[in-house]
């Protein structure tokens, strides 16, 4: 089989949003917080390649890369059903992330492998596929960027299988999740970083997943159960599924009396 990242994290959150995504193509509308950390991720891709090819990048000329993504995104309709009123909101937090540019240590130019390279790692086990992305390898690290709208407390368990995947593109001795985190006072920036022996549990985790997942995914194909389970591990309180209405297991966050 050859899944995705994207794909093998869904199954992570809940198997049965997975269910609904993949096998039934019900496609959930975006949000405007989405469309923000879209369109300031695209920044950060811009301006690493144009570290990569000319060893800087123009802050102007990023500015404007977001504001058009963010135009683009609002015109395709990726907001779902944000009012006038959250998406001026969600500008207002736009320009707090371009902040971000300006602060985030950005590797040199001579460190940078690849931006956003499609890489199929082939066999990873038991003759899976797995399809991902990284967004940033380094001479010394793997860095994905994932964009907040307030401090995580925790590293997200998909976070944290998406790390060990990676890490094991390359052999890569260290990976990095940075979190640009827009608050409504500022931006914020964390590394954290993955070496050393939790990095090898990251690894471990991966190929464990992906086997239980493999197995998991193979027997609910026959038997047709996907299991809710969002409603244990607190998924459901975010879920655009169950706030939509759209699965019926989720309370999306309101536990009925
Ligand atoms: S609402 Fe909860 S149970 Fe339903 S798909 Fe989402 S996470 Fe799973």
Avoid at 152 to 166: C, I, K
Avoid at 223 to 230: E, L, R
């Amino acid at each position: 089989m050859r899944f995705s990242i994207s794909q093998l994290k869904q199954f992570a959150r809940c198997p049965y949003s997975y269910y609904l995504k993949y096998k039934e193509g019900i496609k959930i509308g975006g949000n405007i917080n989405l469309v923000v950390g879209r369109a300031i991720h695209k920044g950060f891709e811009m301006a690493i390649k144009s570290i990569k090819t000319t060893g800087s990048f123009a802050q102007k000329d990023i500015e404007e890369v977001v504001n058009a993504e963010f135009d683009l995104l609002i015109e395709q309709g990726e907001h779902g059903d944000a009012s006038e009123e959250q998406i001026e909101e969600g500008k207002e937090r736009l320009k707090i992330g371009l902040e971000a540019f300006k602060i985030y240590n950005f590797p040199k130019q001579r460190d940078i492998i690849a931006v956003e390279e499609k890489f199929v790692s082939p066999d990873f086990i038991d003759g899976n596929e797995i399809v991902g992305y990284p967004d940033l390898i380094t001479t010394d690290a793997v860095i994905d960027f994932k964009t907040k709208f307030r401090t995580p407390s925790e590293v997200d368990r998909g976070d944290f299988f998406q790390v060990g995947y990676y890490a094991t593109l390359g052999d890569s001795d260290k990976a990095v999740l940075v979190y640009v985190i827009l608050l409504k006072k500022g931006v914020k920036i964390i590394e954290r970083e993955f070496v050393g022996k939790e990095l090898e549990q990251a690894k471990t985790l991966a190929r464990q997943t992906l086997q239980i997942f493999d197995t998991a995914i193979k027997e609910a194909e026959v038997n047709g159960v996907w299991i809710p389970s969002g409603f244990a591990t607190g998924v459901c309180s975010w879920c655009e599924y169950g706030k939509q209405g759209l699965c019926e297991f989720g309370c999306g966050g309101k536990i009925k009396i």
